[in-house]
């Protein structure tokens, strides 16, 4: 005896094909042939369990989708489906029942971990030895839990202790095991919650006393920051369990923090690992590994953030009172996350992630609470939260960093007592600067430490093997660029053939009636000309901005423009439709004070979906905080209104902000504008704006076209009289265009780098306006190593004239042509002339 165990786990989506079994299997062989015996905790397959979920959020069966799905896997698996009969009816019956209590939702939500099981089993013994192993044999959840009944049997928890019994009986070298459930005491089946088999793995870890943990997942480990919000996000190499917890918390995805705890107990290492890269290191976590110095080594950003402000000068001296506040958050099972006080004021924050905050929920918890204080509550906020060790120390540091938000709200800051973390809630649109500011002072510019491994931008542009990678345009027009550039730089260029590639991709939406392209990204005529080509109609927002279409070449017919000015003087509106451009009002005001403009015109009314599509996070051009759109609350008065002045309302419209990767945005909006369609009877249109998120990073997912158009047919069937209208800005021209400028001088101060260029933010502004990540590279030396790292600057006199931070660059010299990709959206259209510097001109390439 006396063999050691190892515990592997691999989520949903690296267990979905034969091909990554082969991948673990292999695994599972290098550690038997080290001499390690070998558990494999498994989840369900990608997707499974939200399909299952769906039954329960929505209560309609979902029998038929899961049964497809679970005859595409057999497929794959080349597995007979008649095996599976006896599952399949026992799903129907879960389906078919009215309402499942918890223990009927527990068995419904582990049925793909069930079924999974049995197909992986079979798959693996087609050509070795394994045995299974039933959860519920060995993992029974803990009696005295003192949760509520439902957390209890769907986010169980088990006290374990090392168990010579387990260590006895299984005398095999390679058992599996499916994750996310358990027994309770009287053997029914419980969860372990979200996340619930990276769970199961470490409490089999430490029955086992198992010599490690692997948490196999599809990223190289945690990192930093999200890489999706900030690419200089570094791996983390080594972390002490703690410091894992927290970053866990507070809203690091790799894996959750209920799960490090009994590894963490017993300590036994934990790490994690990338199928797709399975030599790469990952992230290490072991008790040695527990910082001894202050240090930050985490930003992490939490969305749908609310906040609650109680205000009461009886706090003062005042026995139980807080209690009394606090008991309304229980009875409404609000689970409360932040909490900073103040003489008079207490202010809390709820994390989406935790509780369930719908409007009805928020006017309940207002309702308890009046008797006892006054009080505020702001939706849409965000947590920006610094994980490390004993932080107090960077105190100075933080300070000036969060200085620079003086004119933004920072609504609370709170610093654990354990000193591992620190958070600021601010407004969801500040949240991404902040924490990009932070995690460039705290983490991206300072020397290079032990812990830290290579950048996600890095690991990103090393790879090879990346299959999204696409050879962009500009790599293959390299030395016509260079020449260009020589001529003429600074300059954008913008690619007419990659603009049409994209709106054939926009075209690919097939439920879209209509495109208007917000020329506010790019006006160049040229382009403008492209697009209408292409059948797309153009946004406008300013007189300017008209005058530019009607001026062009071939100028479009009014019937391809759009209107849609904000807080514009009545003249541009009344110039408009007597131009016969279809006009966007966002402003009961102007209908109420000038109806003789209005009267007999049809128009567009743009509405504020306000708390309705809070949901997500780029929610600021709606909102009481935006001065955006129609409240709906008006909506009644104003559809009087207008009948009477024979005002003719043909369509709504709503644009909620930019560069979305969500797709169920755009059905959320259209759903939003259709409740519209009771008050305005001649609707016959439902504009749901742009904002169509690009593939800002190399190795991006970008936005999922398909499930996007399928959206948006559903909404269709639904409303088959409305035509809809989409009008993105971004999404046509962003990839099309990239600025070339010429380096002047290159600056070395201690170790940071700098690679000045003959032009920055008064080409370019949204890197020092957003923090915008654009693509870097210099294209004189394109095939060189990129063995140093510098700020890429432009030679304005304003120390935010920074158009890349920390970037992996060749050695450069003076004259080389620098290239910054993406920034055929609102590149040229932003510039000014700060400083009276000219900004780049701008050329055209392709027909
Ligand atoms: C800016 C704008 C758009 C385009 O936004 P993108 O993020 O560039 O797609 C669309 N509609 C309105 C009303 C806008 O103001």
């Not at 390690?36 to 499974?48: I, P, Q």
């Not at 958070?423 to 990009?436: G, H, I, Y």
């Not at 926009?506 to 208007?516: C, I, P």
Request: hydrophobic share 40%; charged share 20%; with cysteine.
């Amino acid at each position: 005896m006396g063999m050691q165990w190892r515990v592997l786990k691999f989520g949903g989506s690296s267990v979905s094909t034969p091909a990554q079994w082969r991948t673990i299997l292999q695994q599972v062989s290098n550690n038997i042939e080290q001499g390690y015996r070998v558990l494999v905790v498994h989840s369900a397959c990608y997707g499974l369990t939200n399909a299952l979920e769906a039954q329960i959020k929505t209560g309609t069966s979902v029998y038929k989708s899961v049964e497809s799905r679970l005859k595409a896997l057999l497929n794959d698996f080349e597995q007979p489906i008649n095996d599976f009969k006896s599952d399949l009816s026992q799903l129907r019956q879960l389906c078919d029942l009215p309402q499942l209590n918890d223990y009927q939702q527990a068995e419904l939500l582990c049925w793909g971990e069930r079924v999974c099981h049995r197909v992986f089993i079979n798959h693996i013994r087609t050509g070795q030895t394994v045995d299974s192993l039933n959860p519920k044999d060995w993992l029974t959840t803990t009696v005295n839990d003192h949760r509520n009944p439902h957390s209890r049997v769907l986010s169980a928890k088990c006290e374990v202790h090392p168990n010579p019994v387990i260590r006895e009986q299984l005398k095999q070298s390679f058992y599996l095991m499916p994750g996310f459930f358990a027994a309770d005491e009287a053997g029914r089946t419980v969860l372990l919650g979200r996340s619930g088999s990276d769970t199961s793995a470490t409490y089999m870890a430490v029955l086992l006393q198992a010599e490690r943990i692997e948490i196999w997942t599809d990223v190289d480990g945690i990192f930093s920051a999200n890489p999706h919000q900030i690419p200089q996000a570094k791996l983390l190499l080594r972390l002490g369990y703690q410091e894992a917890r927290e970053i866990a918390a507070s809203g690091g995805t790799v894996i959750h923090p209920r799960s490090i705890l009994p590894a963490e107990q017993y300590n036994i290492p934990i790490y994690i690992k990338n199928t797709l890269r399975p030599d790469a290191p990952g992230t290490v976590l072991k008790r040695e590994f527990s910082p001894t110095k202050p240090r930050v080594s985490a930003v992490n950003t939490r969305h749908r953030v609310t906040l609650v402000s109680m205000e009461s000068i009886n706090m003062w001296h005042q026995a139980g009172f807080m209690s009394d506040l606090f008991a309304v958050y229980k009875e409404l099972g609000l689970s409360v996350d932040l909490v900073s006080t103040a003489q008079t004021n207490v202010t809390v924050s709820l994390d989406a992630a935790d509780n369930v905050i719908t409007p009805a929920i928020l006017t309940r918890l207002k309702q308890h609470l009046t008797p006892l204080c006054a009080v505020n509550i702001t939706t849409n906020c965000s947590a920006v939260t610094l994980v490390g060790y004993r932080i107090r120390a960077l105190a100075d540091t933080i300070a000036s960093v969060v200085a620079t938000f003086a004119d933004q709200r920072i609504y609370i800051t709170t610093q654990s007592s354990n000193d591992l973390n620190q958070t600021f809630v601010v407004d969801e649109d500040q949240a991404d600067k902040l924490a990009r500011a932070l995690h460039e002072v705290l983490i991206t510019r300072l020397p290079e430490r032990d812990e830290f491994g290579p950048s996600w931008a890095d690991l990103v542009a090393r790879r090879t093997d990346n299959p999204v990678t696409v050879i962009p345009w500009w790599q293959q027009q390299r030395s016509r660029l260079l020449a260009m550039a020589d001529l003429h730089s600074p300059c954008y260029v913008y690619d007419l053939n990659t603009l049409a590639e994209q709106a054939d991709i926009l075209k690919s939406l097939t439920a879209v009636d209509r495109f208007f392209f917000a020329m506010k990204a790019n006006a160049h005529p040229a382009v403008l000309g492209k697009i209408l080509q292409q059948g797309i109609g153009l946004e406008t927002v300013s007189p300017g901005e008209i005058d530019r279409c009607l001026s062009l070449e071939s100028p479009p017919d009014r019937r391809n423009l759009l209107f849609t000015p904000n807080f514009a003087p009545i003249e541009e509106y009344s110039r408009a439709l007597e131009q016969g451009i279809a006009t966007t009002i966002d402003n009961p005001a102007l209908l109420y004070d000038y109806p003789a403009v209005f009267k007999n015109r049809r128009i567009i009314l743009r509405l504020d979906p306000g708390h309705g599509s809070g949901h997500h996070r780029y929610v600021r051009t709606a909102g009481e905080q935006s001065k955006f759109g129609i409240p709906e609350s008006t909506l009644p008065n104003l559809a009087d209104w207008c009948e009477q002045h024979e005002i003719l309302v043909f369509g709504l419209h709503a644009h909620t902000g930019s560069g979305i990767l969500d797709h169920r945005n755009w059905q959320r909006i259209a759903h939003f504008l259709a409740r519209g369609l009771a008050y305005f009877k001649d609707v016959e249109v439902i504009n749901v704006g742009g904002g169509l998120g690009i593939k800002e990073n190399p190795g991006d997912s970008g936005l999922d076209f398909k499930a996007l158009n399928a959206s948006l047919s559903d909404f269709k069937q639904q409303h088959p009289n409305i035509a809809l209208w989409m009008e993105p800005g971004r999404f046509l021209v962003a990839h099309c265009g990239v600025l070339l400028a010429k380096v002047t001088q290159t600056k070395l101060k201690g170790k940071q780098g700098y690679i000045g260029l003959e032009t920055g933010m008064n080409s370019l502004i949204r890197p020092a306006l957003y923090g915008a990540w654009h693509n870097i590279v210099n294209l004189t030396r394109l095939d060189a190593p990129c063995d140093f790292s510098a700020n890429i600057v432009g030679p304005m006199c304003e120390s935010g004239d920074i158009l890349g931070i920390d970037r992996p660059m060749p050695a450069t010299r003076a004259g080389d042509v620098v290239l910054i990709a993406n920034t055929g959206a609102y590149g040229a259209t932003m510039a000014s002339r700060y400083n009276l510097r000219d900004p780049a001109q701008e050329l055209i390439i392709g027909d």
